[in-house]
Every structure is written in C-alpha cells, then in structure tokens.
C-alpha cells in the first residue's frame, strides 16, 4: 500500500518547523516517508475490524490529521529533544490524542468517526454509512402556510 501523504505533505501539514523535517532528512534520506507509511498502516491495522481499509483515494481528511500529529511527535524524537522546551509536551499531548482518537474508532460501537464502513456478506456493519435523506414527503413548500392560514379561520 502507498503512503497516505507525500513528505511535502507532511511538511505542509506538521506543526514542527521545515528545517526538523529536511535535518531529518538529510541525516536518514526516507525515514520520514517510512514512518507515514508504517503509521498509515498501524491505523489501516487498527480500524480494520470495522472500516474499510485501506482507505480509498479520496483518504478521509482525519486519517492525516492522525498521521501527522503522530509523525510529527516521532520527527521530534528522531530529531532529538530539548529538555527545556515547553513545546514538546503539547505535541506530546497531541500525538497522544491522536493514538487515543484512533483506538476509540476501533472500538467504538457509536462510529463517532465518520469513516468507510467495512461490509461483510453484503449487509452493512454497524458505523457510519453516508446515505441519502432520512424523512421524504411530497408536500408543497407552501403547504405550512396554507396550514396556517386554515387553523387561523377557526380559532376565532
């Protein structure tokens, strides 16, 4: 399976400045794309049960809000970390958010995230699934004011 995101996508998306992501780089050409790759397919391995992965193109958009905040805190520690840099704790918190998001959609049995639902034997599992409009009528647009003008002629 392809990577979700390209390096330069990445390097649009993190939060961590170009220069970590190219220092990277330079010192281990592909170790950023290698872990894309290895989280892209932690997520697919996670979600697997009960969505349909590997995501298709168009990939969900939280499936790289995932990858990056998770990516980006592994950069920092491949990079090296500065103890007395208040920042590394929120992007900390942040990758740590993003491994708790992807748990919670595995097992979630609400599907709070709105993902690809895996179908197995042509009936749909329990998810989220797009679909057309729950309530259809053929009323007028009009209707509600026809109803209004009619109750009104017998309230008095």
């Known amino acids: 399976m392809a990577a979700y995101m390209t390096l330069m996508e990445f390097k ?7 220069e970590y992501v190219d220092e990277v780089e330079a010192r281990q050409a592909g170790w950023t794309l290698k872990q894309i790759d290895f989280w892209g397919r932690w997520i697919d391995s996670r979600l697997a049960k009960r969505y349909a992965t590997p995501f298709i193109v ?22 090296g970390i500065d103890p007395t840099d208040a920042q590394n704790e929120q992007i900390k918190e942040r990758a740590d958010g993003a491994l708790a998001e992807v748990k919670e959609a595995a097992d979630s049995k609400d599907g709070l995230f709105e993902l690809p639902v895996r179908v197995l034997s042509g009936v749909d599992d329990e998810g989220v699934i797009k679909g057309g409009p729950l309530g259809y009528t053929e009323v007028s647009p009009y209707t509600w004011s026809w109803v209004q003008k009619y109750e009104a002629c017998f309230d008095g």
Do not use: G, H, Q
């Open 12 to 18: 649009d998306r993190t939060v961590a400045p170009v």
């Open 58 to 79: 168009p990939f969900p958009e939280v499936i790289f809000n995932w990858l990056t905040r998770i990516v980006t805190w592994e950069l920092y520690l491949k990079r």
